[in-house]
């Protein structure tokens, strides 16, 4: 089946600085998801995006559906963007696998 | 809509004891989805459905798991009998066909002692 590997697996950051996620999947998707876990265990959709770029408020993402990976940009981040950041892929219909995640903290 | 909502939110029962699992999707959504999340695998997806059919069932661990979906407002996944290894937050998530991301239900924390 398809592979979904997400880096880094852990990230510190000082609350105010910028920071690149990176999702990786080994064959054609045809949708991709980022999530949210909070530390309360909520799981929250951030983006739909096969394909393109995309923004909302200090997030975005980037999907390169043809060189099979996506990315999520945080700026100026916040200690409540603390959590754990799912990359989520679909092949054949609507099967959605999900990464191991990013685990993010901001101190701060 | 008040979004995917799962009950119970927490559940703690005896091995070898029956579980059930609920979950309601948000209203108009065709697809509905339930994962299990464990430290050791991460979140799993266990079975889907679309139309309220059973469209993937591949990741259903054991005969012990079963999922029905009755309605297009109703979806069940029963544990029998339970096993201590089965303790895992367990999601119900739902999304269109139109498009879109899927959303998630709160959770139900399982606890088989």
């Known amino acids: 089946g398809i592979q979904v590997e997400q880096s880094p697996p852990d990230l510190i950051l000082q609350e105010g600085a910028n920071s690149t996620l990176r999702c990786n999947f080994s064959?054609?998707?045809?949708?991709l998801q980022w999530f949210h876990q909070n530390p309360w265990g909520q799981l929250i959709n951030l983006f739909y995006i096969p394909s393109g770029t995309k923004q909302n408020g200090r997030l975005s993402a980037t999907t390169v559906a043809t060189e099979r990976y996506s990315l999520l940009y945080i700026s100026s981040s916040q200690t409540t963007d603390s959590g754990v950041y799912f990359c989520a892929v679909g092949t054949g219909g609507f099967k959605t696998i999900f990464g191991a995640g990013t685990r993010l903290f901001v101190k701060a | 809509d008040a979004g995917v909502i799962q009950s119970p939110r927490h559940e703690v029962t005896e091995m070898g004891q029956e579980v059930t699992l609920r979950c309601k999707p948000i209203?108009?959504?065709?697809?509905l989805f339930w994962y299990r999340q464990t430290m050791m695998r991460g979140l799993e997806l266990l079975i889907y459905?679309?139309?309220?059919?059973?469209?993937?069932d591949s990741g259903m661990p054991e005969d012990r798991f079963s999922a029905k979906m009755p309605n297009a407002s109703f979806s069940t996944l029963k544990i029998q009998p339970s096993e201590p290894r089965d303790s895992a937050v367990y999601f119900c998530a739902s999304s269109s066909s139109t498009g879109g991301s899927a959303f998630f239900g709160q959770g139900t924390r399982l606890t088989v002692v």
């Open positions: 459905f679309n139309n309220n059919v059973p469209i993937d």
């Open positions: 209203s108009g959504h065709d697809y």
């Open positions: 064959d054609s998707v045809n949708n």
